[in-house]
């Protein structure tokens, strides 16, 4: 991942089709009349560190078996908020276990794994798909198009696994 943005990659277009627009002048500041492109930084900033308390948050909590097959659950999914999210990741989950027999290919216990999920927040469940992705990022990064165990360390580190 780079550690710099080039000011070409920042002059992005907000259309209102997700509602983008509506996010960002609807989103509270602590100040009133903030300039947009410090609002959309802070906006930023503000997700990402959520993201990283919230991946803290849940650290640990799924095995690495489980872990594996999130990531092959949401290999192919494209995301949208207009879902919510748990009801996104249950239905995911349910659905690699009954299409594709993922449980069995991974080893997990699926009544476990569901009741996992079913226990964790909205926002939790945004970020146990965000760790999927993230996962899958690097596994382009790395250029594997299959799962296996020389990843094992990255995912521990993703998903917080001891």
């Not at 919230?54 to 995301?79: D, M, P, R």
């Not at 993230?134 to 998903?159: A, G, P, Q, T, W």
């Amino acid at each position: 991942m780079k550690n710099t943005i080039d000011k070409k990659e920042l002059n992005i277009k907000i259309t209102d089709l997700n509602g983008g627009y509506k996010a960002i002048y609807e989103f509270p500041m602590e100040m009133r009349d903030v300039p947009i492109d410090f609002k959309v930084e802070q906006m930023l900033k503000i997700l990402n560190d959520c993201y990283d308390k919230t991946k803290n948050e849940i650290a640990g909590l799924f095995t690495i078996q489980e872990a594996w097959f999130l990531v092959a659950t949401f290999n192919s999914y494209l995301y949208t908020s207009q879902l919510c999210d748990k009801d996104v990741l249950l239905a995911n989950v349910e659905d690699a276990i009954i299409y594709e027999g993922l449980d069995q290919m991974f080893g997990i216990d699926k009544e476990q794994l569901l009741d996992k999920i079913d226990k964790l927040t909205e926002f939790q469940c945004f970020c146990v798909i965000r760790q999927a992705y993230e996962v899958r990022y690097l596994l382009n990064e790395k250029e594997k198009v299959i799962i296996d165990n020389s990843c094992d360390e990255d995912i521990k580190r993703i998903f917080g696994i001891k």
